[in-house]
Nanobody, 117 residues
Framework: QVQLVESGGGLVQAGGSLRLSCAAS????????MDWYRQAPGNQRELVAS???????NYADSVKGRFTISRDNNKNAVYLQMNSLIPDDTAVYYC???????????WGQGTQVTVSS
């Protein structure tokens, strides 16, 4: 059973920074894509950033220039460095991993990020 465990969320003032981490375990196959989604109250879950196993990244326009996604393939881990945070970044952040070959996807339990003004 593949499990994703996130950490690093919390409360921060506007302009501050947080670093989210997500580690996968129990996977038989290598991980293809790892990404971060977020969901604010009353909103749909949205893609924040994604990264392929080769390091190709993609960002939502709203976080470009402020967030950086990275991964460590040896540790099956993905990270999200969030700088210049604004109140609109407040949401539950979820990690997702897509397995090679099977294309099955797995989600973490979510970590709360709250940015105060």
């Amino acid at each position: 059973q593949v499990q994703l465990v996130e950490s690093g969320g919390g409360l921060v003032q506007a302009g501050g920074s947080l670093r989210l981490s997500c580690a996968a375990s129990g996977n038989k196959f290598k991980i293809s894509i790892m990404d971060w989604y977020r969901q604010a109250p009353g909103n749909q879950r949205e893609l924040v950033a994604s990264i392929t196993s080769g390091g190709v990244t993609n960002y939502a326009d709203s976080v470009k220039g402020r967030f950086t996604i990275s991964r460590d393939n040896n540790k099956n881990a993905v990270y999200l460095q969030m700088n210049s945070l604004i109140p609109d970044d407040t949401a539950v952040y979820y990690c997702r991993a897509v397995m090679m070959f099977t294309q099955r996807e797995y989600w973490g339990q979510g970590t709360q990020v709250t940015v105060s003004s």
